[in-house]
């Protein structure tokens, strides 16, 4: 059985310094996503929306996995992917105090042979299983992100925005401008690791200032 192993592969991607800030080229690749909303008021952990969100993500990507795994001719054996999300509010000010509702896209990369047609029979069989609003909200597309700075948090996450000052510092010493939505990716759980040990990926795109 071929075996993928997509993190080491796309190491450059989803495992940057955290004591400095690195210019990527993000290419494009098969995501399934899922869009939703924080209301003032409300945590990831509170929400039951966010909440379902993350369990239909996990739910389809698993049943892609043992899809893959099983299947008769060229069975391709992988690691499921890492949870990410795109955050932004609709003023366009990203302040972690502000009271407006947060707009997200969750969302979970893909092997390259992962085609619209197997995610579509993935959402079928957990259907079957599992019925649930979440997962009928789901979509499979093709992202791609260009251009962007990153680097790796260690902490909690209300401590981000240290981070992303250091992370507005590098920009602004280097000439680019933010474009599109922050871009987080969770390499720890917070219901097992201490919040001091949690290592968030924080992503930016970016443009060349004129």
């Not at 060229?74 to 009271?99: C, H, R």
Request: glycine share 6%; net charge negative.
């Amino acid at each position: 059985m071929e075996k993928i192993d997509l993190r080491r592969e796309l190491r450059y991607l989803y495992s940057p310094p955290s004591k400095s800030v690195v210019v990527i080229d993000v290419p494009a690749f098969n995501y399934v996503m899922v869009d939703g909303t924080l209301h003032p008021g409300e945590t990831p952990e509170t929400s039951n929306e966010f909440q379902q969100s993350i369990g239909a993500l996990y739910g389809v990507s698993y049943t892609l996995k043992f899809q893959a795994k099983l299947r008769k001719e060229n069975p391709i054996n992988y690691s499921v992917m890492a949870l990410e999300g795109l955050w932004w509010v609709e003023s366009g000010k990203f302040d972690f105090q502000t009271v407006e509702p947060w707009f997200y896209t969750l969302l979970m990369l893909q092997p390259s042979f992962i085609t619209a047609e197997m995610y579509q029979e993935a959402v079928h069989q957990l259907m079957q299983k599992h019925p649930s609003p979440a997962v009928e909200c789901l979509r499979f597309e093709r992202f791609e992100e260009g251009l962007c700075v990153q680097t790796m948090h260690i902490g909690p996450y209300a401590d981000e925005p240290i981070t992303i000052q250091k992370m507005q510092d590098f920009m602004q010493a280097k000439g680019y401008s933010r474009r599109g939505k922050h871009h987080e990716i969770y390499l720890g759980d917070p219901r097992r690791a201490s919040p001091d040990k949690l290592k968030t990926v924080l992503r930016q795109p970016v443009e060349a200032v004129a």
